[in-house]
């Protein structure tokens, strides 16, 4: 009875062994630290005052090609709340919807080839009400669930948690007769 004992540990512990150590080359093989840097400014375009919008700079610091949900990218703002809006250090009221989403797909994917930066461009008076003046500040915070390259390796952050995407926050003034009021309601 002994000997039968001790095999079944010895195999036992023969396949638990192997299954680390596989563990082990899977998780160093299968992630990569976030190569995706973001900044933000207000839309200059204009001779106007700021009504709204800000401009992105997404870029992918890596040679492997990215692919990113398109709803954790600030193009999707009005999709999601995705931003942080203070007026005078309080919160803004946000607008827009909150939407529920399945796992991606392909079809929902946005590339980035290698050293690519994309420049898109949020009005944020869609979603948050920027109706008042004061002194507003604003960043973008989103976490990239299903970000990967094109190998099938996921993003994560460098304490090999998920990756996120987040700005440094934008600091912007509004005058109280902006005219952003007469879109208030409407």
């Given at each position: 009875?002994?000997?039968?004992?001790?095999?079944?540990?010895?195999?036992?512990?023969?396949?638990?062994?192997?299954g680390?150590?596989?563990?082990?080359?899977?998780?160093?093989?299968?992630?990569?630290k976030?190569?995706?840097?973001?900044s933000?400014?207000?839309?200059?375009?204009?001779?106007?005052?700021?009504?709204?919008?800000?401009?992105?700079?997404?870029?992918?610091?890596?040679?492997?090609?990215?692919?990113?949900?398109?709803?954790?990218?600030?193009?999707?703002?009005?999709?999601?709340?995705?931003?942080?809006?203070?007026?005078?250090?309080?919160?803004?009221?946000?607008?827009?919807?909150?939407?529920?989403?399945?796992?991606?797909?392909?079809?929902?994917?946005?590339?980035?080839?290698?050293y690519?930066?994309?420049?898109?461009?949020?009005?944020l008076?869609?979603?948050?009400?920027?109706?008042?003046?004061?002194?507003?500040?604003?960043?973008?915070?989103?976490?990239?669930?299903?970000?990967?390259?094109?190998?099938?390796?996921?993003?994560?952050?460098?304490?090999?948690?998920?990756?996120?995407?987040?700005?440094?926050?934008?600091k912007?003034?509004?005058?109280?007769?902006?005219?952003?009021?007469?879109?208030?309601?409407?």
């Open positions: 009875m002994s000997n039968i004992v001790r095999n079944i540990v010895l195999a036992t512990a023969l396949v638990s062994a192997t680390v150590s596989f563990a082990a080359r899977q998780g160093n093989e299968s992630v990569m976030n190569p995706l840097s973001i933000m400014l207000a839309d200059s375009s204009s001779s106007q005052a700021f009504m709204g919008t800000v401009e992105f700079r997404v870029t992918n610091n890596s040679s492997a090609v990215l692919k990113v949900p398109y709803w954790q990218l600030p193009s999707a703002s009005e999709e999601g709340k995705l931003f942080q809006v203070l007026r005078n250090g309080k919160a803004v009221t946000y607008l827009g919807p909150l939407i529920k989403r399945p796992a991606p797909t392909e079809a929902d994917m946005v590339t980035f080839q290698p690519e930066t994309k420049l898109i461009s949020v009005d008076s869609k979603s948050y009400d920027l109706s008042k003046g004061g002194d507003y500040t604003v960043s973008f915070l989103s976490y990239l669930d299903g970000a990967r390259t094109t190998t099938g390796r996921r993003l994560t952050a460098s304490n090999g948690r998920m990756a996120s995407l987040q700005s440094v926050p934008l912007l003034w509004v005058d109280a007769d902006n005219a952003l009021n007469s879109l208030k309601g409407g």
